[in-house]
């Protein structure tokens, strides 16, 4: 089964008791058969889970090492048919040095025991009493009843997973200024397993997730932590069972302080190995000690649990949302001012048409100017009304400038456009693309030709998603002396505006609140009974289908075939497998073709992870074919 890249992992916390191994066993089983049937492929448990880890200087004690190993025998006999890789923590003694190991076992195979490197002993603990650090060399020995190996920096590498290599640091480990998983990741591991016994103290959970999503971060890997909870001693501790399961810096699962469950996650593996390739600053290591294994996972793609954001550019948090569209108000302003201040410029010109993009543009322009000391004036704010403007929009285009005090002009093109077609023969009842673009083009005349009699720049209105689609009059709105919105794709212009609506409030916000309620068209057709005739998204498609597209197109790479998958997972219930690969189809299309347009685009900030600029993020040959890309889709397409 194509599982599209996704690995689901899980970090369970079994309620154990002190010094009983045989109980401990049965819980960790129970667990494991609950992962399982989850569809879990991999399970980490807690540091010492087999025997606890408050046994103190019961870890000296003859029975409790052979109740140990005798644990991990009978979990490994019970676990033979289970398609699982899991590390569960125990004592292991070797001739006169004991270790605080994980041992890695699947499919009834023990494939190694990974010792612990860096053993506390400050504070509240005391490990160096009772164990010794992990050998620098692989001890072969036998244990559980098996031939196996102890050490440290394993890989497992996994014959049937693709771009799966799981690796085990320890509690402490994670905590030092050089964690194992540094080297074991730069070595190939995609998967960090760490077995933990982290107490609870106030403020801990927060730095214990804070390096959990750091190490996740800075390795462009999975990370599981499965920290001990209930049935450890507390005569002077308390133990808390966070668990936590991150992949890249994000936290996919967490579980509740002071609880026993089973927290699981399903990672994207290919995702992780896209960041590795597409980072020149990723430092690949050849592996040194790689121990392959086999197992028959297979996962259900319709049980994911993983959600994946309709909108992946714009935050689900509303409070982080807020904050994020201050900031990139804040980077488009700063760019613009930047451009003035170096060019000794003090007048702008944007054409506003009533619409989203324009009035986003207007005012990232009076942020600009107010950041400088610039009078409002000096912006220019250049309606251009033409066959298919409404009076909605005009009234918007005439209102927006008026009330926040900058210089309105009107430049009706109707009758130049005509002339234009009369110029070049072309029959105005043919509303047809020279129709179209012969409007767009004028306006940029216009706006070109005010700049000229001020000494100003141009703003270009134009956002990332016109920008992948190609939807833009090359030579026309295409064109500008500085674009603002150049990387803002159409779903994030939305909250941008409703941000600044909430922010102005009175007349203000009343007019933006209507131009974010008024359909996205160029209007470059003539009004139906006085409405928008020309809407845009009924022509291209869905822009929050088309941004999502774009996001994984651009940011990790993916193929069409995992991008049609994460749609229809993302949108299921709200547009059909057939409506999402119409437009997923339309989408590569125009993304080829008309990447020409964007090969030769002017200067604008980038406020996001992506970007479309040639100077930036995306260098692509304007003669690419689309054909693979094309063929993939095919295959795609839904049966009818």
């Given at each position: ?32 058969q609950q992962a399982a049937s989850d569809g879990a492929g991999a399970v980490v448990f807690p540091e010492l889970c087999l025997t606890g880890y408050t046994c103190g200087d019961l870890f000296h004690d003859e029975t409790l090492l052979r109740g140990a190993e005798d644990a991990l025998e009978t979990i490994l006999t019970h676990t033979a048919p289970l398609p699982v890789l899991f590390a569960v923590g125990l004592p292991v003694a070797v001739g006169a040095a004991l270790y605080n190991c994980a ?16 053993l506390p002993n400050y504070s509240e603990f005391y490990e160096a009493r009772w164990f010794t650090p992990a050998p620098e060399t692989p001890v072969p020995l036998s244990f559980a009843g098996q031939e196996t190996v102890l050490g440290q920096g394993f890989l497992f590498m996994c014959r049937d997973v693709p771009g799966l290599t799981a690796c085990v640091e320890i509690c402490e480990d994670l905590w030092v200024p050089a964690p194992p998983s540094v080297r074991m990741a730069q070595e190939g ?452």
């Amino acid at each position: 089964m194509d599982t599209n890249g996704f690995f689901r992992v899980a970090a369970a916390t079994p309620q154990i008791r002190v010094a009983d191994c045989k109980q401990n066993t049965q819980a960790v089983l129970a667990a494991l058969q609950q992962a399982a049937s989850d569809g879990a492929g991999a399970v980490v448990f807690p540091e010492l889970c087999l025997t606890g880890y408050t046994c103190g200087d019961l870890f000296h004690d003859e029975t409790l090492l052979r109740g140990a190993e005798d644990a991990l025998e009978t979990i490994l006999t019970h676990t033979a048919p289970l398609p699982v890789l899991f590390a569960v923590g125990l004592p292991v003694a070797v001739g006169a040095a004991l270790y605080n190991c994980a041992a890695v076992c699947c499919e009834g195979k023990l494939l190694a025991l990974v010792a612990k490197q860096n053993l506390p002993n400050y504070s509240e603990f005391y490990e160096a009493r009772w164990f010794t650090p992990a050998p620098e060399t692989p001890v072969p020995l036998s244990f559980a009843g098996q031939e196996t190996v102890l050490g440290q920096g394993f890989l497992f590498m996994c014959r049937d997973v693709p771009g799966l290599t799981a690796c085990v640091e320890i509690c402490e480990d994670l905590w030092v200024p050089a964690p194992p998983s540094v080297r074991m990741a730069q070595e190939g591991a995609t998967l960090v397993l760490n077995p933990s016994a982290s107490d609870e103290i106030i403020g801990k959970a927060d730095y214990r997730r804070s390096l959990v999503e750091n190490q996740s971060a800075r390795l462009y890997c999975a990370y599981a932590y499965a920290d001990a909870g209930f049935g450890e001693s507390t005569t002077d501790l308390v133990f808390a069972g966070h668990n936590l399961i991150a992949e890249n810096g994000t936290v996919l699962s967490e579980s509740p302080l002071f609880s026993t469950e089973i927290s699981a996650a399903d990672v994207d593996l290919d995702r992780l190995l896209q960041e590795r390739r597409r980072c020149t600053t990723w430092q690949g290591l050849p592996p040194e000690r790689v121990i392959p294994f086999s197992m028959a996972y297979t996962f259900d793609t319709a049980k994911m649990t993983r959600r994946f954001a309709r909108t992946p550019f714009v935050p689900d948090d509303r409070g982080d949302l807020s904050r994020r569209c201050e900031t990139i108000l804040s980077l488009q302003a700063a760019g613009l001012a930047t451009r003035l201040q170096h060019t000794g410029i003090s007048h702008a010109v944007v054409g506003i048409s009533g619409g989203l993009d324009s009035t986003l543009a207007l005012l990232v322009a009076v942020r600009a100017f107010d950041a400088l000391g610039l009078p409002r004036t000096g912006i220019h704010a250049v309606s251009m009304p033409g066959f298919g403007t409404t009076a909605r929009t005009k009234h918007n285009a005439e209102s927006l400038p008026r009330a926040l005090g900058v210089t309105a002009q009107e430049v009706p093109i109707g009758k130049a456009v005509e002339q234009h077609f009369a110029d070049i023969g072309h029959d105005p009842a043919v509303q047809d693309v020279t129709y179209e673009n012969c409007q767009a083009r004028e306006r940029t005349q216009v706006l070109m030709d005010i700049a000229n009699e001020l000494g100003g720049l141009v703003i270009g209105t134009g956002d990332l998603s016109e920008l992948a689609l190609g939807w833009a009059t090359y030579n026309g709105d295409h064109m500008s002396m500085y674009g603002v919105n150049a990387s803002v794709p159409k779903t994030l212009v939305r909250h941008l505006v409703r941000y600044a609506a909430d922010a102005f409030g009175g007349e203000i916000g009343e007019i933006l609140r209507d131009v974010l309620a008024t359909p996205v068209s160029p209007e470059l057709l003539p009004p139906k009974d006085g409405e928008i005739s020309q809407k845009t998204e009924e022509v291209v498609g869905p822009y929050e289908l088309h941004d999502f597209f774009l996001y994984y197109l651009l940011r990790f790479g993916f193929p069409p075939k995992k991008i049609y998958f994460l749609a229809c997972r993302a949108f299921d219930g709200m547009y059909a497998p057939a409506t999402v690969w119409k437009w997923l189809s339309n989408f590569y299309r125009r993304f080829f073709a008309q990447q020409f347009k964007r090969s030769c685009l002017p200067d604008g900030p980038k406020v996001g992870s992506v970007t479309l600029s040639p100077r930036g993020d995306w260098r692509m040959p304007s003669d690419a074919s689309v054909r693979l890309w094309k063929e993939e889709i095919e295959a795609l397409r839904p049966e009818a």
